[in-house]
């Protein structure tokens, strides 16, 4: 195989492999879900010390996104003092590196019999490549109202494109709160 296929399919393996969705989601087993009707945002906290996170385009698109699915849960928003729950949101962009090794095992000459006998592969190459990406995350968080306590976390991870368009970042903000949320109420989890 030619080398710049193959480090062309290595580099669309790992766009690939980045680009996924990963949820995770912890939750209080004692306490009974099924009680919540009623939720409020909590205010007063910034989402994130990152101004790319931390401003009024992306906080409005994360609350308008919850907000959404939560009300097609048929949970309604209400006053603070008359919530069931409180949710918040905390988001960050970190800088990663992955590396990925070839090795390419088997080399140029192949096998076989010669005057001198049985000859194995002739070694290959190793190779490591490099990929710089963004990485995002999202986590939203539930609180007891009585209790102050946190009944359920939802942390969606994923690597970040660039140049997208506005209407890319609303999209791309909604489907990983949707996909966050359909774990929500536990018990809801997708099989």
């Given at each position: 195989?030619?080398?710049?296929?193959?480090?062309?399919?290595?580099?669309?393996?790992?766009?690939?492999?980045?680009?996924?969705?990963?949820?995770?989601?912890?939750?209080?087993?004692?306490?009974?879900?099924?009680?919540?009707?009623?939720?409020?945002?909590?205010?007063?906290?910034?989402?994130?010390?990152?101004?790319?996170?931390?401003?009024?385009?992306?906080i409005n698109r994360v609350v308008?996104?919850?907000?959404?699915?939560?009300?097609?849960?048929?949970?309604?928003?209400?006053?603070?003092?008359?919530?069931?729950?409180?949710?918040?949101?905390?988001?960050?962009?970190?800088?990663?590196?992955?590396?990925?090794?070839?090795?390419?095992?088997?080399?140029?000459?192949?096998?076989?019999?010669?005057?001198?006998?049985?000859?194995?592969?002739?070694?290959?190459h190793i190779r490591t490549y490099?990929?710089?990406?963004?990485?995002?995350?999202?986590?939203?968080?539930?609180?007891?109202?009585?209790?102050?306590?946190?009944?359920?976390?939802?942390?969606?991870?994923?690597?970040?494109?660039?140049?997208?368009?506005?209407?890319?970042?609303?999209?791309?903000?909604?489907?990983?709160?949707?996909?966050?949320?359909?774990?929500?109420?536990?018990?809801?989890?997708?099989?």
């Amino acid at each position: 195989m030619n080398r710049w296929i193959a480090t062309g399919l290595l580099c669309l393996l790992l766009l690939t492999a980045c680009s996924s969705l990963q949820i995770m989601t912890d939750y209080d087993t004692s306490y009974d879900f099924s009680t919540l009707r009623t939720y409020a945002w909590l205010e007063n906290q910034a989402p994130s010390d990152d101004i790319r996170v931390n401003n009024s385009l992306i906080i409005n698109r994360v609350v308008n996104a919850v907000n959404s699915v939560l009300q097609s849960k048929g949970y309604t928003l209400a006053d603070k003092d008359q919530a069931d729950f409180y949710v918040t949101w905390f988001g960050g962009i970190e800088n990663r590196i992955r590396q990925e090794t070839i090795d390419t095992w088997y080399g140029h000459l192949g096998y076989g019999y010669d005057n001198w006998g049985y000859r194995g592969y002739w070694p290959g190459h190793i190779r490591t490549y490099s990929y710089e990406y963004q990485q995002g995350t999202l986590i939203i968080d539930f609180s007891d109202s009585r209790s102050k306590q946190l009944i359920w976390r939802g942390t969606g991870q994923k690597y970040l494109e660039d140049d997208l368009t506005p209407d890319e970042i609303t999209q791309n903000i909604n489907q990983t709160v949707a996909a966050i949320l359909e774990r929500f109420p536990p018990g809801s989890q997708p099989p």
